[in-house]
C-alpha cells in the first residue's frame, strides 16, 4: 500500500534509538525526509548514516535536549519544513509518590510532557502559518490508561498527553491539522531489553532466561518497535487523513482488560 508520504519532511525526536529510530526509518521507507533530534551526537551520527545509506533520504541532524525551552526554540527552521512531527523523546522514572522526589518529577516532565508541549506549540504554529496540511504524533504510552501508582509520575504525565492530544486534535481540523496519539504498551526496545535481562539474572539467576518472565504477556510476547512504526507510517499518511483527536493503543489488550474483584 503507497501511504503516499513521499517527499514529506518528518521531523522525529528521540530519534536515535528506540521507538524514534523505527519510526523515522518506517517513514524513510515512505520516502520522507527526516529531521532527526536526541541528546547524543554519536547516536545520532550512526542513526542518520545508517537510515541515508538503507533509504537513500536526506536527513540532517540536531543535538539538543528537549527539556530546555532554548532547545526548542533553536528548531525555527525544522519547524517551518516539518510536515509530520513525531513527539517521542523522554522516559519518566517508576515509582510511587513516596520514591519519585520533586527534582526526578519535574527533570522527567521536562523532557516528556513539557518537551511534548513546547515542541508542538511551535510545529502546530509552523504549520498553520505555512497553511499546509500536517499531521503531529505524539507517542505516549498506555499508563495513561491503565492506572499504576507505582508508576505515578509516568501515568499521569501520560494521562495529561493523552488530555493535550484530544483536545487540540478536536479543534486542529479548522487550520488542516491533525493531531494523533500512540499509547505503546511493553515494546522490546533497548532500554525493555536492558530492564528484562537484568530481572531475569536476579530472579532467574541467567540473562539470556528473559523469554520466561514474558511468557503471560498478550500473544506471549512483548510488542515489537515496527509495530509501533507501521502505525506511525499510517496515521501520518492521508489513508488516515480522517483521524484526529484520538489515541490508538497497541499493547495486546492489556488496557482493556477488565478488573474485577470477582
Known sequence: MDLMLRGKTALVTGASKGLGYAAAER??????????????????????????????VEVRTRVLDLAKVESIEMLDQEARETDILVNNAGAIPLGSIEEVDDQRWRESWDLKVFGY?????????????????????NIIGHAGENLSANYLAGTSGCAALMA?????????????????GINPGAVLTERLDGFIRRRAEQTLGDA???????RNMPFGRTGKP????????????????????????IDGG?????????
Not at 504554529?125 to 500536517?134: L, W
Not at 532466561?209 to 514474558?214: A, F, G, Q, Y
Open 254 to 262: 492489556i488496557s482493556s482488560r477488565a478488573n474485577s474483584w470477582l
Open 117 to 137: 508541549i513546547n515542541l508542538t506549540r511551535k510545529v502546530y504554529g509552523a504549520m498553520k502559518a505555512r497553511r499546509a496540511p500536517g499531521v503531529i504524533i
Open 208 to 214: 539470556e532466561r528473559w523469554p520466561e518472565l514474558v
Open 27 to 56: 517513514l524513510a521507507e515512505e520516502g520522507c525526509s527526516l529531521r532527526l533530534v536526541a541528546r547524543s551526537q554519536d547516536l545520532l551520527d550512526k542513526a542518520a548514516a545508517e537510515l541515508t545509506a538503507r533509504h537513500g
Open 164 to 180: 493535550l492530544t484530544r483536545a487540540l486534535g478536536a479543534a486542529s481540523p479548522e487550520v488542516g491539522i491533525r493531531v494523533v
Open 226 to 249: 515496527s509495530e509501533i512504526a507501521d502505525a506511525v507510517a499510517f496515521l501520518a499518511s492521508e489513508r488516515s487523513g480522517y483521524t484526529t483527536g484520538t489515541i490508538l493503543t
